[in-house]
Nanobody
Framework: QVQPVESGGGLVQPGGSLRLSCAAS????????MGWYRQVPGEQRELVAV???????NYADSVKGRFIISRDNANNTTYLQMNSLKPEDTAVYYC?????????????WGQGTQVTVSS
């Protein structure tokens, strides 16, 4: 089992940067695909970025070229470097740990961290 815990959210001005961290307890962190999602009130949670256990990354079109996802398997941590932030990036950001097993997938979510982009 993996328990993600996010940190690093806060208030930042447009054009600024933040780095989110997701520390995931568990001894098999390296076998999980790790993702960042975000959600604003009244809307569905959306994928921001994902990094697979093999290191392949994928990004939402809205953040390509601005956000970078990475992972440190030795420290069981995933990062989301967010640059050139825009007001529309304001949301609660959630860390997800996912491990496909056959036809099903284990899914674990963090509690979320608020990111507010405003002047």
């Amino acid at each position: 089992q993996v328990q993600p815990v996010e940190s690093g959210g806060g208030l930042v001005q447009p054009g600024g940067s933040l780095r989110l961290s997701c520390a995931a307890s568990g001894t098999i962190f390296s076998t999980y695909d790790m993702g960042w999602y975000r959600q604003v009130p009244g809307e569905q949670r959306e994928l921001v970025a994902v990094i697979t256990s093999g290191g392949t990354t994928n990004y939402a079109d809205s953040v390509k070229g601005r956000f970078i996802i990475s992972r440190d398997n030795a420290n069981n941590t995933t990062y989301l470097q967010m640059n050139s932030l825009k007001p529309e990036d304001t949301a609660v950001y959630y860390c997800n740990a996912r491990r496909p097993i056959g036809s099903i997938a284990l899914n674990y979510w963090g509690q979320g961290t608020q990111v507010t982009v405003s002047s």
